[in-house]
Nanobody
Framework: QVQLVESGGGLVQPGGSLRLSCGVLGNSFSITAAGWYRQAPGQAREWVASITNGGFTNYTDSVKGRFTISRENGANRISLQMSSLKTEDSAVYYC?????????WGQGTQVTVSS
């Protein structure tokens, strides 16, 4: 069992930027894929962005051009750079890392976009 820890959440005004980070505690094998999900109150959890170990990225349509997912080379650590934030981006953001036969979730970090 591994533990994922997210950081970087907070309060930001519409149009602002925020950077989230997620890392795994302890020693681990290389991940095969990782991603970010989010869940707003009363809503289902939705996929936001993903990245493979080879660096291929993908995004949900609503964040394309505004969000960028990245992976630290040689480490099981990912980030989500969020720009031009909108109120509808407000949610708890969750990190997920995949080792193929096993996956782990972080406990979430709150992102609130409000004026």
């Amino acid at each position: 069992q591994v533990q994922l820890v997210e950081s970087g959440g907070g309060l930001v005004q519409p149009g602002g930027s925020l950077r989230l980070s997620c890392g795994v505690l302890g020693n681990s094998f290389s991940i095969t894929a990782a991603g970010w999900y989010r869940q707003a109150p009363g809503q289902a959890r939705e996929w936001v962005a993903s990245i493979t170990n080879g660096g291929f990225t993908n995004y949900t349509d609503s964040v394309k051009g505004r969000f960028t997912i990245s992976r630290e080379n040689g480490a099981n650590r990912i980030s989500l750079q969020m720009s031009s934030l909108k109120t509808e981006d407000s949610a708890v953001y969750y990190c997920r890392m995949d080792w193929g036969q096993y996956a782990a979730w972080g406990q979430g970090t709150q992102v609130t976009v409000s004026s």
